[in-house]
């Protein structure tokens, strides 16, 4: 093919990718691949000047949104996109660039968080809501108003009678997207790949009582016309948008280039600690008389470039697919992947989810695949990519027997997983021990798939009460790898510590198919005790929000079965909790406090002491401020527990926030007490 066919080719293969990503939210190909053939496209086109065409995508913003039921409006100014890199040096060659053409060094820049959700923006006349665009082909956009007011926290009205036009992104909350797709899987549902494509699905729709019911949120970051308002700088201009009502992350700093390094850590640092994705940092000249000098190209702004992370999609290849056996016997088919970094781990496998999905999506070992990573969810095979098959592919055999036990496997009335229904099969029982020590379950430490295993084994856990016999076996346990005595004293103690867990843990620890931590907290919530629930008819669960058909089926199967009866009658015997606390009302321990972890912490990522916090009613804070309550220092921390010190913060160790979070009392009663004991503010 000549190059000029080539320029050909590929404007029209990218023009498809656009639309499958912007309008149809369904990537086919992962961002990488999709800059790399618009790149490829670029540089032809540099070459062949004569073949220039206005319409090429490396001109234009987004896709066409012809063949669309929104009602399509025209900017008053051009949204545009943003020139893109993924290395310091193009940053510092963007402010050469700059420095030259303005013929001065003295420059100041922004630095703020890249959302990752869909543009938006908003008209507001005399201080009301009267129009919101999409961003569309950059020229047109989509008249979304009707949507965008279901989003809680922008306003109809502003704090001043004024008329203006924001910009911003609109994204679904990383709580909200999972609570959603835990839904969404449980009504057998295909879940959202990512909280961006689960945003413009939920934005770019009519229904606007579905709308309502994700609970979509938006961050702004541009004020149009600044100049026009006598604002002259960026970063005032982010303030002012605060002022009059509207969300900014409140994340931004202004700083001169040879900084740019400090900050691009830091606030990589600090974007792993929100509740929603951010795919970049966006850097911005600070002075907006300079916007009308740098001017824009068809594309982008000049004044301002993109820092992007790595990717969180990637193609790699599968070299075999292995069969996992889950809790309640489900097979689950799981990629075996020819490892690959992405967002920043490695991986190797994927889950298959079931040999349907292997029909539907025609998936073939030896295939190369498209794999996305979203929102710390296990990696999903999105699509098999045909066009790179050689003809070795091997199709994947239906198993007809359990790789553990052997026992013939079946599937269900209705249900599309094959099972194994040996109740004595041991990869079952392993699994469901594994599942009911886990953390957010019974929180079991130090009981790990090896111990477990060897433990099934020896025929000393043949069900999952037996834990709690455990403390009759120390001796096997010492006498057990890598279990000194110190760790069997500690296994021990934690075992007899999960006897007060929380009832809604203990509802989850159980296994009761179809029913997540989500739905765990609801069951709770209105049963109060173990025996409610157990008496509950499926009307009766029908009538709580959120459980649809396939929940209750699925809780009333469950309590008919006589072993799961005894297997809680035999917990509650082991002092098991099975009710819900009536002093802090299940989870709202840590109601009106506010958290924020610093260092490296041994045993919780950021995001899961987050959602410990969130979960018992607390608030998370991205900042040291006076509005914080507790600092919990890591190792190596720095200059935010220097700073918690200086304002006389309550600073709390990984261990101490544990004891916290396991003392049922009041948080507040403990508080005082300790004051009063202490008379500093450190626990413990
Ligand atoms: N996989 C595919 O098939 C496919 C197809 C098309 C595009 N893409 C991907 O989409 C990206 C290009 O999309 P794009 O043109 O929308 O650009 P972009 O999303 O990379 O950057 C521009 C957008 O960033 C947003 N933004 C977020 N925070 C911002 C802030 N603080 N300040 C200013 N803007 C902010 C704005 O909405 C702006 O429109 C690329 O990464 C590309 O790989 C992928
Ligand atoms: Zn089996």
Redesign the pocket.
């Known amino acids: 093919m000549s190059e000029k066919d080539k320029i050909l080719k590929l404007r029209k293969e990218i023009k498809r990718?656009?639309y499958?990503?912007?309008i149809k939210n369904e990537?086919?190909?992962?961002?990488t691949e999709?800059?790399k053939l618009l790149k490829e496209l670029e540089v032809l086109e540099k070459k062949y000047p004569e073949l220039k065409d206005e319409n090429s995508p490396t001109n234009k913003?987004?896709s066409s949104i012809e063949n669309n039921k929104f009602k399509k409006v025209e900017h008053k100014k051009p949204?545009l996109?943003?020139s893109?890199t993924y290395n310091t040096q193009d940053i510092l060659d963007f402010h050469n660039r700059i420095v030259k053409f303005i013929e001065s060094n003295n420059i100041e820049y922004t630095i703020?968080?890249?959302?990752d959700g869909l543009?938006i923006t908003l008209i507001y006349e005399n201080g009301e809501l009267i129009q919101a665009l999409t961003?569309g082909d950059g020229i047109i956009g989509e008249d979304v108003t009707e949507n965008i007011l279901q989003i809680k926290s922008i306003p109809k009205y502003l704090k001043e009678n004024i008329s203006v036009e924001v910009r911003g992104?609109v994204v679904l909350p990383i709580s909200e997207f999972k609570k959603l797709n835990e839904i969404r899987i449980n009504n057998g549902e295909e879940p959202f790949a990512n909280p961006r494509n689960a945003a413009s699905g939920t934005l770019r729709q009519l229904d606007k009582e579905i709308v309502k019911s994700r609970n979509l949120d938006a961050y702004f970051?541009?004020l149009v016309d600044s100049d026009k308002y006598n604002i002259n700088s960026h970063f005032e201009s982010l303030k002012v948008i605060e002022k009059l009502g509207l969300k900014t992350t409140k994340i931004y700093k202004k700083f001169k280039i040879n900084e740019v390094e400090k900050y691009i850590k830091k606030f990589d640092e600090i974007r792993k600690n929100l509740d929603y994705e951010t795919d970049g940092l966006?850097i911005k000249v600070d002075n907006i008389n300079l916007y009308n000098i740098l001017g824009n190209t068809t594309k982008s702004p000049r004044w301002a470039i993109?820092y992007k992370f790595p990717a969180k999609q990637a193609t790699t290849k599968i070299n075999n697919v292995t069969l996992q056996v889950g809790r309640t016997g489900v097979i689950t088919p799981v990629a075996e992947l020819e490892e690959i970094e992405l967002s920043g781990s490695l991986i190797k496998r994927a889950s298959l989810h079931n040999f349907e999905e292997i029909k539907r999506k025609d998936i073939k070992i030896g295939d190369t695949v498209f794999i996305e990573k979203a929102a710390e969810i296990i990696p999903q095979v999105v699509k098999v990519i045909k066009e790179l098959r050689t003809g070795n592919e091997k199709n994947i055999e239906i198993p007809k027997t359990c790789p553990a036990c052997g026992s013939k496997l079946i599937k269900e009335n209705g249900l599309v997983a094959l099972k194994c229904t040996n109740n004595n099969c041991s990869a079952k029982l392993q699994r469901k021990i594994e599942y009911f020590v886990s953390r957010d379950a019974m929180n079991i430490d130090g009981l790990g798939g090896k111990i477990i295993e060897k433990f099934i084994e020896i025929g000393k856990l043949k069900n999952i009460d037996d834990i709690y016999t455990l403390h009759n076996y120390k001796t096997e346990l010492i006498s057990l790898e890598k279990m000194g005595e110190k760790s069997v004293e500690n296994l021990l103690t934690s075992i007899e510590n999960s006897k007060n867990q929380k009832y809604e843990k203990v509802i989850y620890a159980l296994g009761i198919p179809f029913v997540g931590k989500f739905t765990a907290n609801i069951l709770a919530k209105h049963s109060k005790n173990i025996d409610s629930l157990i008496r509950m008819s499926k009307e009766e669960l029908l009538e709580i929000e959120n459980i649809g058909e396939k929940i209750a089926d699925s809780i009333v199967h469950f309590f008919k079965n006589p072993e799961n009866i005894k297997l809680i009658d035999r917990l509650k015997k082991y002092g098991i909790n099975f009710t819900i606390s009536s002093k802090n009302n299940s989870n709202n321990i840590f109601e009106g406090k506010t958290f924020l972890a610093t260092g490296s912490l041994k045993k919780y990522k950021r995001s899961e002491i987050r959602d410990i916090i969130e979960n018992n009613g607390g608030k998370y804070l991205s900042t040291v401020s006076k509005n914080l309550n507790y600092l919990i220092a890591g190792e190596k921390a720095g200059s935010k527990l220097k700073k918690a010190k200086e304002m006389n913060i309550t600073i709390l160790s990984e261990k101490e926030f544990e004891n916290l979070l396991n003392s049922n009392t009041n948080i507040n009663k403990e508080n005082d007490s300790i004051q009063k004991n202490t008379g500093q503010k450190t626990l413990f």
Do not use: T
């Open positions: 990718y656009n499958y990503y912007y990537p086919l190909i992962s961002d999709f800059d913003v987004g949204m996109s943003l893109n703020e968080m890249k959302l543009s961003r992104e970051y541009f966006v993109a």
